[in-house]
């Protein structure tokens, strides 16, 4: 079945960047769309930002101008590169496939931002 496997995460100082990978795998159909979601404790999980089929983006305000999202031509590698990282970016991040009829996750990987 498809799999949705974050990598990337880890403990970065303010100011410094980070770039989360998600890898794409099994028999998947045309992807509709690809997100990277972000959640910590006692908030609901955060849209931080959206790639389109058309290339087209959309992303949080917190991280405008900050993060990018972007794909390979094969599709299977999801990547948001994060910089001038801040305190509230902590959290853990999901990645997120819609892909034909189907919607499929990543396990979460944890980002931690410290001053």
């Known amino acids: 079945q498809v799999q949705l496997v974050e990598s990337g995460g880890g403990l970065v100082r303010v100011g410094g960047s980070l770039r989360l990978s998600c890898a794409v795998s099994g028999m998947i159909d045309e992807i509709v769309l690809m997100n990277w979601y972000r959640q910590v404790p006692g908030k609901s999980r955060e849209l931080v930002a959206r790639?389109?089929?058309?290339?087209?983006?959309v992303y949080t305000d917190s991280v405008k101008g900050r993060f990018a999202i972007s794909t390979n031509t094969a599709k299977d590698t999801l990547t948001l590169q994060m910089s001038n990282l801040k305190p509230e970016d902590t959290a853990v991040y999901s990645c997120n496939v819609l892909a034909g009829w189907h919607e499929y996750w990543g396990q979460g990987t944890q980002v931690t931002v410290y001053s």
């Open positions: 790639l389109f089929a058309n290339s087209k983006t």
